[in-house]
């Protein structure tokens, strides 16, 4: 008699309301696809946030290519870019584009350099603290004189 009441409390502790923990599974799945899909967008956006400033870089440097110094392309010595013009046109550009970075030109004048540095706004991973993600962008152009084509047939 003893062992069966032992056996029936057992048994009634045993058995738990497991009502609700459907409602706390799917709240936890929902929380991770949420997640899931934040990574994706935003890691997608700033992407093509490095992309584009990629693209702003190399415009930039082309902008500064064109700012050759006439004297010596007049004569026929060198074609090198003027740095003070080539700086300022390439400053210009990113200045017009909404971007900000450094331009070098090369000690021979034939090579500049653009440096963008910028941040993502974050849309989904400012929820857990991610405000932004650091994006940069680089492009190079480089003069070139007397490159002549391969003969065809």
Known sequence: MVLSRLRQRWRS???RDDRG???VFVAVCVLALIG???VAVDGGSKMRATERA???AGEAARA???AIDPAD???GT???VDPQNAQAAAQAYLRSAGATGTVSVSGDGKT???HITGAYDTKFLSVVGIGSLPVSGHGKATLLHGVTAPEGN
């Open 64 to 66: 500064g290519g064109q």
């Open 36 to 38: 899931i899909i934040g």
């Open 73 to 75: 392309a007049i004569s």
């Open 112 to 114: 500049l350099t653009v």
């Open 54 to 56: 990629d693209y702003i």
């Open 13 to 15: 502790q045993g058995r």
């Open 78 to 80: 060198a074609i090198v």
């Open 21 to 23: 923990g459907v409602t």
